[in-house]
C-alpha cells in the first residue's frame, strides 16, 4: 500500500500504445474511477491521492490517443469510448491479478480451485462431493466464493473463480459448460400459512400471493411460463437463503429449486411441489477449456457431474 501521494509499487508494463507504455497503475487508476464515480472516491479505492489519480488518467488518455473520461465540477463520466475501453482494462487487471494469485499459490506449494456459485448450492448440493474431492486430491485445496446468483458469470470470466456453478453458464469457445442438477420448482411455505397443507399447487394459483424469489429465478419462470408479470406480488431477495426466511414468517411464499428443500427443513418450511406446467430447473457447471490453474481442474468437474448428477435423477423421479 502507498503512502499518500504515491502510487503502490507495480510491476513491469503489460501493453504499449505508440510511445507511451501503459501500466497496470493507469489501468486501476481508470478501473477506480469508473467505480467510485470520482477521482477523489478512486483515491480512496486505492490509497493514493487524488492528484496521482488523476495523473495516471492524464498519462493514460496520453497513451490511448483519445479521451476516457468527461470531468465536471461535480462528476466525472465515461465517454461512449472510455466505456468500451473499460471492459478490455478490467479483462488485463483481471488477467494479472489470477497470475498473481497462481504465483502466490505455486510459492506455498499448493493447488487452489475456486468455485463460485451460490449459498443454498453450498450448503444443500456441495457439501458430500467435496468430501469425495478431499479423498482423491489431498493436497488440492477448493476455495468456495459464495455470491450472488447475477454475479457468478462475472466471477467466472473476470477469472476471480476457476469454476462456476448456477444458471445460464457461458458455454463457448472459452468456457464448457455441462449440466450438473436439474429439479422442478417448489413452493416452500410456513407450516400454519393456508396453502401449507396442499398437496400440489399450481402457478395459476401463486399469482396474486406475496412471493420471495430473487431476480434470477423470477425472470426465468416467467420466460418458462411465457408471460411477462405473471406474479403481482414479488418480493426479490438477494439469495435463496433470505428468501426461505422470509417465508418462514408465514407472511408469503418462497419460490426456489427443489434442492434448497434441505435448507428449507432447516428452516421449518413445508415444500409443496408446484405444477401447471411442471417446470424443469437446470444447474450447470462451467470451467475454462484452457485450465489456467496447476490443478486437475476437468477431473474435479467431472467428479463432481458423477457426484452430483444420480442426486437430481432420484430427486425427479419422486
Same mark, same amino acid.
Given at each position: 500500500?502507498?503512502? #499518500?501521494?504515491?502510487?503502490?509499487?507495480?510491476?513491469?508494463?503489460?501493453?504499449?500504445?505508440?510511445?507511451?507504455?501503459?501500466?497496470?497503475?493507469? @489501468? +486501476?487508476?481508470?478501473?477506480?474511477?469508473?467505480?467510485?464515480?470520482?477521482?477523489?472516491?478512486?483515491?480512496?479505492?486505492?490509497?493514493?491521492?487524488?492528484?496521482?489519480?488523476?495523473?495516471?488518467?492524464?498519462?493514460?488518455?496520453?497513451?490511448?490517443?483519445?479521451? @476516457?473520461?468527461? /470531468?465536471?465540477? /461535480?462528476?466525472?463520466?465515461?465517454?461512449?469510448?472510455?466505456?468500451?475501453?473499460?471492459?478490455?482494462?478490467?479483462?488485463? !487487471?483481471?488477467?494479472? #491479478?489470477?497470475?498473481?494469485?497462481?504465483?502466490? #499459490?505455486?510459492?506455498?506449494?499448493?493447488? &487452489?480451485?475456486?468455485?463460485?456459485?451460490?449459498?443454498?448450492?453450498?450448503?444443500? =448440493? =456441495?457439501?458430500?462431493?467435496?468430501?469425495?474431492?478431499?479423498?482423491?486430491?489431498?493436497?488440492?485445496?477448493?476455495?468456495?466464493?459464495?455470491?450472488?446468483?447475477?454475479? $457468478?458469470?462475472?466471477? !467466472?470470466?473476470?477469472?476471480?473463480?476457476?469454476?462456476?456453478?448456477?444458471?445460464? !453458464?457461458?458455454?463457448?469457445?472459452?468456457?464448457?459448460? /455441462?449440466? $450438473?442438477?436439474?429439479?422442478?420448482?417448489?413452493?416452500?411455505?410456513?407450516?400454519?400459512?393456508?396453502?401449507? /397443507?396442499?398437496?400440489?399447487?399450481?402457478?395459476?394459483? =401463486?399469482?396474486?400471493?406475496?412471493?420471495?424469489?430473487?431476480?434470477?429465478?423470477?425472470?426465468?419462470?416467467? +420466460?418458462?411460463?411465457?408471460?411477462?408479470?405473471?406474479?403481482? #406480488?414479488?418480493?426479490?431477495?438477494?439469495?435463496?437463503?433470505?428468501? !426461505?426466511?422470509?417465508?418462514?414468517?408465514?407472511?408469503?411464499?418462497?419460490?426456489?429449486?427443489?434442492?434448497?428443500?434441505?435448507?428449507?427443513?432447516?428452516?421449518?418450511?413445508?415444500?409443496?411441489?408446484?405444477?401447471?406446467?411442471?417446470? @424443469?430447473?437446470?444447474?450447470? &457447471?462451467?470451467?475454462?477449456?484452457?485450465?489456467?490453474?496447476?490443478?486437475?481442474?476437468?477431473?474435479?468437474?467431472?467428479?463432481?457431474?458423477?457426484?452430483?448428477?444420480?442426486?437430481? &435423477?432420484?430427486?425427479?423421479?419422486?
Amino acid at each position: 500500500m502507498g503512502r #499518500d501521494g504515491d502510487t503502490p509499487p507495480q510491476p513491469p508494463e503489460t501493453t504499449m500504445h505508440g510511445d507511451t507504455r501503459i501500466k497496470i497503475r493507469h @489501468l +486501476r487508476s481508470f478501473d477506480a474511477v469508473a467505480r467510485g464515480g470520482s477521482f477523489a472516491a478512486a483515491a480512496g479505492l486505492l490509497h493514493v491521492s487524488a492528484p496521482a489519480v488523476s495523473l495516471a488518467i492524464r498519462e493514460l488518455e496520453e497513451a490511448v490517443g483519445f479521451r @476516457l473520461l468527461d /470531468r465536471t465540477t /461535480r462528476s466525472v463520466r465515461l465517454t461512449e469510448a472510455g466505456a468500451g475501453y473499460l471492459s478490455q482494462a478490467q479483462r488485463v !487487471l483481471a488477467e494479472f #491479478d489470477g497470475a498473481h494469485r497462481l504465483a502466490a #499459490d505455486l510459492q506455498r506449494g499448493r493447488s &487452489v480451485v475456486r468455485i463460485a456459485t451460490t449459498q443454498a448450492i453450498l450448503t444443500c =448440493l =456441495l457439501p458430500p462431493a467435496l468430501s469425495q474431492v478431499h479423498a482423491r486430491w489431498p493436497g488440492l485445496h477448493v476455495h468456495p466464493l459464495d455470491v450472488a446468483t447475477r454475479d $457468478i458469470v462475472e466471477a !467466472l470470466r473476470s477469472r476471480q473463480a476457476d469454476m462456476a456453478i448456477g444458471v445460464d !453458464l457461458p458455454d463457448d469457445e472459452a468456457f464448457d459448460c /455441462r449440466p $450438473i442438477y436439474s429439479s422442478w420448482w417448489e413452493a416452500y411455505l410456513a407450516p400454519r400459512h393456508p396453502l401449507a /397443507r396442499r398437496a400440489r399447487l399450481g402457478w395459476a394459483q =401463486l399469482a396474486h400471493q406475496r412471493l420471495y424469489l430473487t431476480r434470477s429465478s423470477a425472470q426465468k419462470l416467467e +420466460r418458462q411460463i411465457g408471460a411477462a408479470g405473471v406474479f403481482s #406480488d414479488v418480493v426479490e431477495t438477494t439469495t435463496a437463503s433470505s428468501g !426461505l426466511a422470509m417465508a418462514s414468517t408465514g407472511q408469503g411464499i418462497a419460490i426456489f429449486p427443489g434442492y434448497a428443500r434441505s435448507l428449507a427443513q432447516v428452516m421449518g418450511l413445508v415444500a409443496v411441489p408446484v405444477q401447471g406446467p411442471t417446470l @424443469l430447473h437446470e444447474l450447470q &457447471v462451467a470451467v475454462p477449456r484452457q485450465v489456467p490453474v496447476p490443478a486437475p481442474l476437468h477431473a474435479l468437474r467431472d467428479l463432481l457431474v458423477e457426484s452430483i448428477r444420480p442426486l437430481s &435423477v432420484a430427486a425427479l423421479a419422486q
